[in-house]
Each structure stands twice: as C-alpha cells, then as structure tokens.
C-alpha cells in the first residue's frame, strides 16, 4: 500500500509510518516544516501548507488511502499542559476544519481518488460521561471537546460523494514512551510526587501505542469497515487505577493527590483533559476481529516502561 499521512511527523503518525513500514507499505507524510525532520521506514516526506493540496496533489492519484491526523495539539507539546486561551481554542478547531478541507480538495481532483479516508477523532466526542460504558452508538456530548470532535469527523464527509470509503477513529490516551500523556504521568512519580488528580474517579480509556496504528492499518486493509472507531484498549480505567499501576512499577508512592480546585486553577478549562474522562469501549473494533497485543492496563505498562529503558540504553525498539 502506498498511503498519504497528514500529521504524520507527530506520535501516532510515526508510530504508524513505522507500522506500515514494517509490513512492506510507504508512507508519504506531510509537513508544514520538514526541515531537519527524519523518520524512520520507508516514508517520504512532503512539504505542504496545512490548507490546500499544493505541492502534494500529485500523489493522491497513486495513493490507496489517507490517514488525516492534522490538528493542533489540544494539551500542546511540553510535559504542562497549555491553558486554553481564545486564540488557542481558535487554533485547535481552524487548523482541523483547514486540513480536512484541503484532503477533500485533493481527493476531488484526482483522476483516481484513493480507495480509503481514515479520518481522525477523539473520545472526547462522547463528553465527561461517569461511569456509563460507551460505545460508538453512544450520543456525542455537549462540552467544548465534543464540538470539536464532531465539527473534525464531519469536515472530511464530502469524500464519500467521490465513492472514498471513510472511517472515523475516535482515539483515546495513547500512551507511548516516546511522548503524549505517559511522560506527563512519569514526571511527577520519578519526582516521588506523584498522586491522583482530584478524587481518582474519573475514567482513563488508554490504547498501547502499538495498537493504536494496528488498528489504523486494520481499518485501511479491512474493506467494507466505515464509520466511527473507538481506538481504545477494552478495559479502561479509573484514575486513582492508572496512577497505581504506575507507582507499583516505578517503586513509588502514590499518596499525593492534585486537588481540583488547584488543577482547575492552574490549566483553566483545559481541566477537562486531567479532571473528567470517559468510560469507552471499542465495541466495532473488538467486533470485526481486531485483536489486541495490550488490553491489560499493567502488562501494557510494563513493556512501555522496558521499551523506554532500552531507549536510554542504546536498544533497538521500534526500528
């Protein structure tokens, strides 16, 4: 397969370039700035703009399907995550709806549209949710993430009119030793300060990066699959559950919780992303034969943990 990533330079981007390089497909990514970049497998990279197909229209003919992955970054890069001001907000919903208006461009004017469009989402579609378990039949909510959530699923839907197969993935906490959410997590536990946030209640529905792009190169290969995905891994946690696990690999304690009133003064709305949680469950995925090497929350961690160790020791993992 040869398969345009949009976003690609990002974690579950170069998760999946590695992915589909280790089963004999090339990755075409695009970047707004790929100088200096590098990724390993066989990927190709190509600058773009961010909003229209100039410079990449080219390949979408030759291309069997696209992964559309661009947006900004709603925690932002650092280990802190960015408050959500006015223009941050902005950034998050335009850079989207900007994207996916340029991959339905490019798929337009191609004399041969690729077969497949992975289109990107996020659990947060569902809103903060309790304990109620969710699947993709689930109502989306009515919180500033949902909305951007449903506005990033439905900007690309004009490809189906091209006869473009289309699948939505809702992603939840990937977690990666090379990024994301887990070196959020680390920090504060190697520091010996590490707790729950708020009361620990809130529900943590996490994916092993390896099954993240897994279940993306599933969805592309598997004909007939359209519609919404949860890519989450089928036993989701609480909080309180997470932050356990990790103290017991790391020989930590756990003890010192973040009180809400000072994470909710500290990250302003953005709270949400520490604070509320959904209880998701992949309910298609499980259901057209997708099979997880990480379903279990400490056996995932644990080969996390050792994959990050033979990082800093000069190991070969993810090649």
């Known amino acids: 397969m040869k398969i345009i990533i949009t976003g690609g330079t990002g974690l579950i981007g170069r998760g999946l370039v590695r992915e589909l390089s280790r089963t ?24 773009w703009d961010g909003e229209t197909p100039h410079g990449w229209q080219k390949y979408v003919d030759e291309a069997d399907g696209i992964v559309n992955l661009a947006g900004e970054n709603i925690a932002g890069p650092g280990l802190i995550p960015d408050r959500w001001t006015a223009d941050k907000k902005k950034a998050i919903v335009n850079s989207r709806l900007k994207c996916g208006r340029a991959v339905n461009s490019a798929v337009h004017a191609a004399d041969n549209p690729p077969e497949v469009l992975v289109q990107a989402s996020a659990i947060g579609y569902y809103g903060p949710s309790g304990d109620e378990a969710l699947t993709e039949e689930a109502e989306s909510g009515s919180d500033y993430l949902a909305g951007v959530a449903r506005e990033w699923e439905k900007v690309t839907s004009p490809v ?13 906490m990937v977690l990666s030793e090379r990024g994301g959410v887990l070196p959020r997590f680390l920090l504060p536990m190697r520091a010996f300060v590490g707790g729950p946030f708020g009361d620990g209640n809130q529900w943590h529905s996490w994916i092993h990066i390896e099954d993240e792009v897994r279940a993306i190169r599933f969805l592309l290969e598997e004909d007939g699959r359209e519609g919404p995905f949860n890519l989450t891994a089928p036993n989701p946690c609480k909080n309180r559950e997470f932050v ?14 973040a009180p809400k009133v000072a994470v909710r003064l500290g990250l302003g ?6 604070l509320d949680g959904q209880r998701v469950i992949p309910a298609k995925l499980t259901e057209a034969g997708f099979e997880f090497n990480h379903g279990e929350l400490r056996p995932a961690l644990e080969n996390l943990l050792s994959a990050g160790k033979e990082e800093e020791t000069g190991g070969n993992y993810g090649g």
């Open 24 to 47: 004999g497909s090339e990755a075409i990514v695009l970047s707004r700035h790929p100088e200096g970049k590098k990724l390993r497998g066989n990927a190709r990279l190509v600058k």
């Open 269 to 274: 709305e953005g709270s949400t992303l520490v």
């Open 244 to 257: 356990r696990e990790l103290g017991r690999l790391l020989h930590r304690p756990t003890a010192i919780r």
């Open 160 to 172: 189906e009119e091209e006869g473009v197969r289309r699948t939505i993935i809702r992603t939840g």
